[in-house]
């Protein structure tokens, strides 16, 4: 028995931020999907972003010290989420799904709300995340519209489904964590077939 509900600390209100750094020998692009940002002091002005130890771009932000954020807008695609949430720079140069540019070496996205530059002051281990405390080097705007919650992107693109029946498999989205539960078997869906929660093709989906 546990105190602990998950779906109270889903209750966080968190947002959604492409992470960007890039390869200290090659200056090559990385960058992942993170939701565990917040500002933590305004003067000076530090924010503060959580990385699993063991992704990519923890590696990378380690080696050369500074990270970039793109603030993800609601219309944030299923593809860019997919991109750079569950793939790893270490084999994919992920800035290619979508337009971007450079501020000195760091990435940022052409197409976001807001972007943040920052140096790294900091770094905390907690376990299986590092806690990189970051001072503000530039600030924009981009484009008014509104920011993309974690809550909201759980609540159109995750859905809890029950497990295909009969057999025990789990046929599970990458993007969006849907578990196909339907009456014919996942092998036999056509080619075309997409995932009724993010539309995501069939190739997105794992057997677990
Ligand atoms: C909605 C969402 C939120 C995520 N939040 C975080 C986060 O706060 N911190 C983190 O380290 N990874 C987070 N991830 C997972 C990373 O984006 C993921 O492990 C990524 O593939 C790492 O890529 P890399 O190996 O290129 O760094 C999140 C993924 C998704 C889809």
Not at 46 to 56: C, G, M, Q
Not at 82 to 103: C, Q, R
Not at 153 to 158: E, T
Request: charged share 25%.
């Amino acid at each position: 028995m546990t105190d602990i509900d998950e779906n109270a600390l889903f209750n966080i209100t968190l947002g959604l931020y492409v992470v960007g750094s890039y390869e200290k020998k090659t200056g090559r692009e990385v960058g992942c999907i993170a939701d565990a940002v917040m500002q933590v002091s305004a003067n000076p002005m530090r924010i503060a972003v959580s990385l699993e130890s063991n992704i990519y771009t923890t590696k990378c932000v380690k080696e050369v010290g500074e990270l970039s954020l793109s603030v993800l807008p609601k219309n944030t695609s299923a593809e860019l989420i997919s991109e750079f949430g569950f793939k790893s720079s270490e084999n994919t140069d992920k800035w290619n799904i979508a337009p971007f540019y450079k501020d000195g070496k760091l990435p940022l996205l052409k197409d976001c709300i807001a972007v943040i530059t920052c140096n790294v002051v900091d770094e905390i281990d907690i376990g299986d995340h590092i806690i990189f405390v970051c001072e503000v080097k530039t600030a924009k705007v981009v484009k008014g519209c509104e920011p993309l919650t974690y809550a909201e992107y759980r609540k159109s693109m995750r859905k809890a489904s029950s497990k295909e029946k009969g057999s025990g498999k789990r046929w599970v989205c990458t993007v969006c964590c849907y578990e196909y539960d339907g009456d014919i078997p996942f092998e036999e869906l056509p080619d075309d077939w997409k995932c009724p929660c993010c539309q995501m093709g069939k190739e997105y989906f794992q057997l677990q």
